[in-house]
C-alpha cells in the first residue's frame, strides 16, 4: 500500500536551535519526493524535492536528505527561527500513468523564543 | 508569473446550502487539484482535473464535485452543506514540467 509516515506529530523548539523532521514512504514504483512548508492559515509552500538519484539538497537553513534504499527522508532545519513555525508536509510522487502524489500527515513545528 | 488564485477566500454557510469554490490556475498549467484541510489535519485529496478531466479521486462523497472549464480554471461545488465540512479547501495547479505543485492561499468555509 503507498503511504508516507511523518515524525514526529508534533515538535516545539527554541529559536535557535536545531531539529530533524522524519519522512517514511511505501510508495512504489518512486519518483521523487517534495517538503513543503506551510505557515498557519496558508498554502504549503515548496522547500525542495529529491530524486531518486540524490542524497541531500539544501535550500537555505533547511536541507534534506534522500535515502532511496531504506525509502526515508529528513529534513533538517539550522538555527531555527520563529518565522520556521509551521507544518512540513513530505509528498511523494509515484513513477507511473496514475500522476498520483501520496501526502504525509505533516510535522507541525513550534519554535519559541 | 501570477501564482493560483482562489476565491472567496473567506465565506460562512448554512447547513443545508451548497457552495461553489474558484481556482485560477498559473498559466500554462493544464493540472489543478482540490484539498480538504481541517483543523489539525493534514491534507485530504479531494480529486484532480487535468486538460477538462477528471483524472483522480479521492474519498470524498458525492456531494463533492469538481469541473474544470478549457481555460483550465476549475470549480469545486459542495452539495448539502454539513458542519464537518468547514474547512480550508486548497487549490493546487502542476507544472507539467517538473510536476512541482503551487497552492492557493486556500478558501476557509464555515458551515453554521
Known amino acids: 500500500k503507498n503511504q508516507v509516515e511523518q515524525s514526529p506529530q508534533s515538535l516545539i523548539i527554541l529559536e535557535g536551535k536545531n531539529c530533524t523532521l522524519q519522512?517514511?514512504?511505501?510508495?512504489?514504483?518512486?519518483?521523487?519526493l517534495r517538503w513543503y512548508k506551510q505557515d498557519t492559515g496558508r498554502g504549503p509552500v515548496s522547500l525542495t524535492i529529491?530524486?531518486?538519484?540524490?542524497n541531500t539538497k539544501s535550500n537555505g537553513r533547511y536541507t534534506a536528505t534522500l535515502d532511496a534504499d531504506t525509502k526515508q527522508s529528513s529534513l533538517h532545519i539550522t538555527a531555527s527561527q520563529l518565522s520556521d513555525s509551521a507544518s512540513y508536509i513530505c509528498v511523494v510522487s509515484r513513477m507511473d500513468s496514475s500522476y498520483k502524489l501520496i501526502f504525509g500527515s505533516g510535522t507541525r513545528l513550534l519554535v519559541r523564543p | 508569473k501570477a501564482g493560483v488564485t482562489q476565491t472567496p477566500r473567506y465565506l460562512i454557510k448554512t447547513r443545508g446550502q451548497q457552495v461553489t469554490l474558484s481556482c485560477s490556475p498559473i498559466s500554462g498549467h493544464r493540472s489543478v487539484s482540490w484539498y480538504q484541510q481541517t483543523p489539525g489535519q493534514g491534507l485530504q485529496f479531494l480529486f484532480e482535473y487535468f486538460s477538462e478531466t477528471q483524472r483522480n479521486k479521492g474519498n470524498f462523497p458525492g456531494r463533492f464535485s469538481g469541473r474544470q472549464f478549457s481555460n483550465s480554471r476549475s470549480e469545486m461545488n459542495v452539495s448539502t452543506l454539513e458542519l464537518g465540512d468547514s474547512a480550508l479547501y486548497l487549490c493546487?495547479?502542476?507544472?507539467?514540467?517538473?510536476?512541482?505543485?503551487?497552492f492557493g492561499e486556500g478558501s476557509r468555509l464555515t458551515v453554521l
Open positions: 519522512c517514511n514512504y511505501t510508495v512504489s514504483p518512486f519518483s521523487n
Open positions: 529529491m530524486t531518486f538519484s540524490e
Open positions: 493546487a495547479s502542476r507544472s507539467d514540467r517538473t510536476g512541482e505543485l503551487f
